[in-house]
Structures are given as C-alpha cells and as structure tokens.
C-alpha cells in the first residue's frame, strides 16, 4: 500500500509491529504510523498500555 506519494514496493515482507521485553521494561515498534489513521487509534492505545504493563499479549 502506497499513499500521498509514498513509493510502492519498500516494504514488502518486513515486520509492521513488533513487541517485546527490554531489561525490566517492555517495548512496542510501530512501523506503518498508525497515528496518522484515525481507525487505528485502538493498536496504538494498546501498544501504549501494554508498554506501560497494563495488558498481558498471548504468545
């Protein structure tokens, strides 16, 4: 998917979001921005409270 002049093609195959414990914190990467789509709001919210350890992830 390529919008507002994006090129095609650069990130096929690649991880959207990843998750995972660093020392005694936990870290979420977010790599499709989805801050800049109102829908997507919740994953981010999420990702947020389960960096903060509010909510567990089923491996």
Known sequence: ???NGAP???MPGTTAI???EFGKG???YFSP???KTPT???IL???IHWAGGELTVDH
């Open 45 to 47: 919210l999420q990702g």
């Open 18 to 20: 990843a998750l995972g």
């Open 1 to 3: 998917m390529a919008e």
């Open 40 to 42: 997507l709001n919740s």
């Open 26 to 28: 936990r870290v979420i």
């Open 33 to 35: 921005h989805p801050e």
């Open 8 to 10: 095609t093609g650069v």
